[in-house]
């Protein structure tokens, strides 16, 4: 099993920017793909960015240019940068992580972007 925790979610006024962080734990090897996913309300969740083991990245097109993923293989971190927000990135953000076992999630932050 993987334990993921987020951190970093907020209230930010249009514009700004806030950095979500997630720290994995637990069963930590092979992880391959670790990013995020945002789910607001009264939508599906859907992908915002992944990274993989090796580097390789996928951006949501809503994001592209905004928003940065990184990831740390030593710490099994995975951070996203978040830049020039605006009202409909608002939305709870899960973290993810995909081993050949299976999938795994955190509980989620929120991140609210108003004025």
């Known amino acids: 099993q993987v334990q993921l925790v987020e951190s970093g979610g907020g209230l930010v006024q249009p514009g700004g920017s806030l950095r979500l962080s997630c720290a994995a734990s637990g069963s930590t090897f092979n992880i391959n793909v670790m990013g995020w996913y945002r789910q607001a309300p009264g939508k599906q969740r859907e992908l915002v960015a992944t990274i993989t083991s090796g580097g390789g990245l996928r951006y949501a097109d809503s994001v592209k240019g905004r928003f940065t993923i990184s990831r740390d293989n030593a710490k099994n971190t995975v951070d996203l940068q978040m830049n020039s927000l605006n009202p409909e990135d608002t939305a709870v953000y899960y973290c993810?992580?995909?081993?050949?076992?299976?999938?795994?999630w955190g509980q989620g932050t929120q991140v609210t972007v108003s004025s």
């Open positions: 993810y992580a995909l081993k050949r076992i299976g999938s795994f």
